[in-house]
């Protein structure tokens, strides 16, 4: 089974600080998805990333797939306390139909 | 614009009961799922379904599990004997068959076993 794992989990900044999530994943993917959650709501889109080398950019978060390192990066450019939120990836689908989602990170921005 | 839409947003049931998950999803969209998410984990694939048929399951999706699209817009989720481990939140997302795949999440129902 495909395994992908985000680091960290929790993750506490100021406010003005940057900062990087990473989502390692187990196998080859091109297709790589960036959600968030507020909490007790559904998830929100963020990012497609669909080939290697792919970076994509929307405000203060940037996102980046390296598909030969499996690993994506959702970096966090000064920090508001409006992007307290957890922040999932998930990859696929391949040559199913599944997607596979990571652990999770709760972000909480402190002002 | 078009989103997913699902009811009820909450459901209380009792232990071995059966619940029906609702959802429609979004009108052109051909690949539909069903997620399940316990309060504060992890997102968890339950099962994918196209061209009328389930194409890939996960582990969760047991016997007790089935899914429907009784019509052109529905799609159901049927847990048949629920148990207190189920109580979770349950999205429901649709994609297009497209290469990009991006899935459009419903708002979720919460399911409460007691």
């Known amino acids: 089974e495909l395994k992908v794992e985000q680091n960290p989990l929790f993750l506490s900044m100021q406010e003005g600080k940057n900062y990087t999530i990473y989502c390692n994943y187990s196998?080859?993917?091109?297709?790589l998805y960036w959600y968030r959650q507020d909490p007790g709501k559904s998830l929100e889109s963020l990012f497609v990333?669909?080939?290697?080398?792919a970076v994509k950019q929307e405000g203060r978060l940037m996102a980046s797939l390296d598909t030969k390192a499996r690993l994506s990066t959702l970096h966090i450019t000064a920090a508001v306390h409006d992007l307290s939120a957890t922040y999932f990836c998930?990859?696929?689908?391949?040559?199913?139909?599944?997607?596979?989602f990571g652990t999770g990170t709760s972000l909480t921005v402190i002002p | 614009e078009p989103e997913v839409t699902q009811t009820p947003s909450h459901q209380v049931t009792q232990m071995g009961q059966e619940v029906i998950l609702r959802c429609v999803p979004i009108s052109n969209h051909l690949y539909f799922y069903w997620y399940r998410q316990i309060l504060g984990q992890k997102v968890e694939f339950l099962v994918s379904f196209y061209n009328n048929e389930i194409s890939e399951k996960s582990e969760i999706f047991d016997d007790q599990f089935s899914v429907e699209r009784p019509d052109g817009s529905n799609f159901t989720l049927k847990i048949r004997s629920t148990k207190l481990e189920d109580s979770a939140m349950y999205f429901c997302?649709?994609?297009?068959?497209?290469?990009?795949?991006?899935?459009?999440f419903g708002p979720g129902t919460r399911l409460t076993v007691t």
């Open positions: 990333l669909l080939s290697n080398g």
């Open positions: 997302a649709s994609r297009l068959q497209t290469a990009a795949g991006e899935q459009y």
């Open positions: 196998t080859t993917s091109d297709r």
């Open positions: 998930a990859v696929g689908p391949g040559t199913g139909n599944q997607f596979y």
